[in-house]
């Protein structure tokens, strides 16, 4: 059966095919698009390479110089930091949002808080703000540089496949992730992954202003968990938290447009169906 999140996302990469770029003798992807508006740095989490945000990109292309980011197939959270900031100042992308999902999301905030200088707003989304215990839980208390990677794939495999009953809503998107895990993303990027963040060191204080500050969510995020997302939330302090009752662990993929929306706001870019909610929650 066809699946038209498959066909849409490989008729984006098609035409836009991931660049390399060699930063601290790491070999990093990505996709830089639009040349004119503010600038907006993606970073994607465990299972997504630059493309996974191709709604987004199309969406904005004409108005945001966008950098979305795969990861290199060494390294972790510190590095990676570091690295990311020398893309930003590599790219004259000086003063862009950060947004950033899962692991993404830690590394968004690592990013800010560590080189406030070089962002101008963050967007920490479906992501944790400590790593405590990490390493008890699977997959995490194994060798993940060691392990074979059929075990590390079989794990998401089992997870992903449980949506490929005909009858979750999230069917289309569990056999888009399912490519990635079993082979869009390479072994050593897949290992590179999981051991950032059972390695992550602490996250930094958040110093940008308050009104820079966002946070994305789903209540039915099956990974980041209630008490997760309340402790993300107290430490970025966020103006605006996006709350989706019903998107899974990836709304970029899930609700597109509403996640297009959010990133409108953010930017400062004119919406033609900006949020009526005032507050600081925005449910969705």
Known sequence: MSNALINDRDRFSANHSEERYIVNGRDWGGL????????????????????IFWQQIEALKGRARILSLSYPESGGVKVWGEDIANLIKRFELEGAVILGSSLGGYMAQYVAGT??????GIVA???????TGMEERMPYALDLMNVPIDQLRKGFTAGLSQWCDGISPYQSLAELLLLEVNGRIPEMEMRARLNALKTA?????????????????????????????????????PSRSFIFKE??????????????????????????????????????
Do not use: C, W
């Open 32 to 51: 830089r698009i639009g040349e004119n508006g503010p600038a907006l740095v993606l970073i994607p989490g465990t299972l997504g390479r630059s493309d």
């Open 115 to 120: 080189y406030p200088e070089l962002v101008s």
């Open 125 to 131: 989304a479906n992501t944790l703000s400590d790593t």
């Open 201 to 237: 060191p602490p996250l930094p204080d958040q110093t940008l202003p308050t009104k820079a500050r966002f946070s994305i969510e789903s209540e039915d995020d099956h990974l980041i968990f209630e008490d997760m997302r309340e402790r993300v939330r107290k430490t970025v302090k």
């Open 247 to 284: 998107a899974s662990h990836f709304p970029y993929v899930t609700r597109p447009q509403e996640y297009t929306r959010i990133l409108e706001e953010v930017l400062e870019l004119k919406s033609e169906n900006p949020f009526e909610q005032e507050g600081t929650e925005v449910h969705l």
